[in-house]
């Protein structure tokens, strides 16, 4: 079965300064989808970046961006600069091509002013 | 990006009375959708899929009776918490996965249930 592993529950960050959010994942199939989704206080869930499993490339979007390693089922998000909106839950999640979601259980960002 | 609609937003009801959750894919067809609860600090814990057309499919431990989901067209799914007792409070959210691109999966905005 496929398991989403966070394990922070809580961070925090300096404003303008770079976090890392962890992600472990297991599985043993080869063709999946790796995101982070971003719920903030008012709880809409909200896409912060995808990475298709067979690209070897890094997906990035403007200060997002997440380090895939394939091999060791590891997916991490970095946010650079960050901001006080950043401030919200962060819940990793999987998709293999049989139409199935797994999610994490989630890390809480605390942006520091 | 694609919207989904969910409502309502808040409900409050009576114990023993009936709910419906509405879910709605605006802007594509939505050829599977997700019922997912959520307690508060918690994960999304996925309670069924549902394809258009079809029997929804149910999550070990969902009671299918209880949570009735219908997803008649291609475009809207609903949720029916039938005889809702205090313990069904919490806070429902469906999302919908678009046939053109099924790696991705669009959240509506949730509906906070509480059953007094």
């Known amino acids: 079965a496929q398991t989403v592993t966070q394990s922070q529950p809580e961070m925090s960050v300096q404003e303008a300064e770079t976090v890392t959010l962890s992600c472990t994942y297991d599985t043993s199939e080869s063709d999946y989808y790796l995101f982070w989704y971003k719920q903030p206080p008012s709880r809409q869930m909200i896409l912060v970046i995808r990475q298709e499993a067979y690209k070897q490339q890094n997906a990035t979007e403007n200060r997002f961006s997440v380090n895939f390693q394939k091999a060791a089922k590891s997916f991490s998000l970095k946010i650079s600069d960050s901001q006080l909106g950043d401030a919200a839950m962060y819940f990793c999640?999987?998709?293999?091509?049989?139409?199935?979601?797994?999610f994490g259980t989630g890390t809480s960002l605390t942006v520091i002013p | 990006g694609a919207v989904v609609s969910q409502h309502p937003s808040w409900v409050i009801c009576k114990s023993g009375t009936s709910v419906k959750i509405e879910c709605r894919s605006l802007?594509?067809?939505?050829?599977?959708m997700f019922w997912y609860r959520q307690f508060p600090k918690q994960s999304l814990m996925l309670m069924a899929t549902s394809n258009e057309g079809s029997k929804a499919t149910y999550e070990q431990g969902v009671e299918k009776d209880k949570f009735l989901i219908n997803h008649a067209s291609l475009t809207l799914s609903t949720l029916t918490v039938t005889s809702a007792h205090p313990e069904d409070s919490s806070f429902y959210i469906c999302s919908a996965r678009a046939g053109g691109q099924s790696e991705k999966l669009f959240f509506g905005s949730g509906t906070q249930l509480s059953v007094l």
């Open positions: 999640a999987y998709s293999n091509t049989g139409n199935q979601f797994y």
């Open positions: 802007d594509f067809q939505a050829t599977t």
